[in-house]
């Protein structure tokens, strides 16, 4: 198969490293993803949950097309959508790495097993934390040169080049400030900590979006804790969740019914096990309306939760 190198005459306009064009069809490649980050992760490729809760200090491999799209983890205040994530990105032998302004999830390292050259290619790509310069800022809009320095990188000709992905090479997340959670009906509210008061017993209400740390979670897709970052309280449903119960903040524990909780793929936050979701109490976005477990039903716009 004829390798690709992009040149000064060949300017691809608009088109991500996460493109599926007829172009990248067809050639295929094995990936190794390696977990180094202090707990499980989930793995994403090109917007689809691929591996869930991956151990930490454990590898996965996988055959796929280089035009899947990007693979990231929506762990440490990611979004599963991958907003706010680090993502690698691939098209034929050029690679590279894509973050957002501001903060940082996770660091990444991505490095074809083929022996860097002098001039550069076949290079490690790596990203440690929200000032590095090897990473795109937002999926470039112009697909660079071959020759260009980073954070564009370049592997050739070979096609079947084995290709290691890295989260949290130094075995530490970054810091990360947590994401909004907003109920279904409205972006502009989120899910608030009551007066900012991080105790035991707080109650969990809906509140304006204020940008504050009572309104910034962690929560990933799949079996979940929703915590507060920066914190060690976790979203509790107390001993004898029912319909109708109010949701508070309570110091996290492991394996605690309570607070073990099922991000779902419509969207439903609900208490893994008990039948019961999180829910917007009669629907009212009114300031200091406390939340509450209810019993889950499809279609229900009062328990669909959006990050």
């Not at 991956?54 to 996965?60: E, G, N, S, V, W």
């Not at 290619?121 to 260009?148: H, I, K, L, M, W």
Request: net charge neutral.
């Amino acid at each position: 198969m004829t390798t690709f190198k992009c040149t000064n005459t060949l300017r691809l306009v608009a088109l991500s490293f996460a493109a599926t064009s007829v172009l990248g069809q067809g050639l295929e490649r094995m990936y190794v993803v390696h977990n180094t980050c202090p707990g499980p992760i989930n793995v994403f490729i090109g917007g689809q949950l691929e591996t869930t809760a991956l151990p930490t200090r454990h590898a996965i491999s996988k055959v796929a097309n280089v035009a899947a799209g990007f693979w990231y983890t929506d762990a440490n205040g990611g979004r599963y959508t991958g907003v706010g994530t680090v993502r690698a990105g691939f098209w034929l032998n050029n690679y590279g790495i894509i973050r957002d302004a501001g903060q940082i999830n996770t660091g990444m390292w991505v490095a074809p097993r083929q022996e860097p050259s002098p001039d550069g290619t076949c290079s490690r790509a790596e990203c440690a934390d929200a000032s590095c310069t090897d990473a795109f800022v937002g999926v470039p809009q112009v697909f660079p040169n071959a020759t260009s320095p980073p954070p564009f990188h370049y592997c050739g000709p070979a096609t079947n080049i084995t290709v290691d992905i890295t989260f949290c090479p130094d075995g530490t997340f970054p810091p990360n400030s947590g994401i909004e959670i907003h109920p279904g009906s409205s972006v502009t509210k989120c899910l608030d900590v009551r007066g900012a008061n991080f105790a035991n017993g707080t109650p969990v209400q809906i509140y304006d979006c204020n940008g504050t740390k009572a309104q910034k979670w962690f929560v990933i897709r799949g079996s979940t804790k929703v915590q507060l970052a920066g914190t060690n309280f976790c979203l509790d449903a107390g001993s004898s969740p029912a319909s109708g119960v109010g949701l508070k903040i309570w110091q996290c524990y492991n394996n605690l019914a309570a607070q073990q909780w099922f991000y779902t793929d419509d969207n439903r936050i609900d208490l893994e096990g008990q039948g019961q979701c999180m829910d917007l109490t009669n629907g009212v976005l009114t300031n200091s309306n406390q939340v509450q477990t209810w019993q889950c039903t499809n279609f229900n716009n009062n328990q669909v939760w959006n990050v």
